[in-house]
Nanobody, 115 residues
Framework: QVQVVESGGGLVQAGGSLRLSCAAS????????MGWFHQAPGKQRELVAS???????RYADSVKGRFTISDDTAKNTVYLDMNSLKPEDTGVYSC?????????WGQGTQVTVSS
């Protein structure tokens, strides 16, 4: 069983920045991949960024050049640095950990970008 806990959401003005954190209860070096998902109000959840056990990162086109995913193995934490935020980035951001063939989700953290 893996627990995943997000933090760092909040209210920010358009053009601002936030850093989200996703802490895992196991060593992230044992996790095959971790990803950040965004669910805007009334829309389906979408993958915005992921990082795998080789350090390969992937981004949705909508966030390329603005968001950066990284990890800190010493802290078992994955980060999502969000810059140049737009109102359409508003929503719940959830972290997913793929471990031993199972997916583990956090509870999500709310990000609100005001125009």
């Amino acid at each position: 069983q893996v627990q995943v806990v997000e933090s760092g959401g909040g209210l920010v003005q358009a053009g601002g920045s936030l850093r989200l954190s996703c802490a895992a209860s196991v060593s992230i070096s044992t996790i095959k991949a971790m990803g950040w998902f965004h669910q805007a109000p009334g829309k389906q959840r979408e993958l915005v960024a992921s990082i795998d056990d080789l350090g390969v990162t992937r981004y949705a086109d909508s966030v390329k050049g603005r968001f950066t995913i990284s990890d800190d193995t010493a802290k078992n934490t994955v980060y999502l640095d969000m810059n140049s935020l737009k109102p359409e980035d508003t929503g719940v951001y959830s972290c997913l950990a793929e471990h031993m063939g199972r997916d583990y989700w956090g509870q999500g953290t709310q990000v609100t970008v005001s125009s």
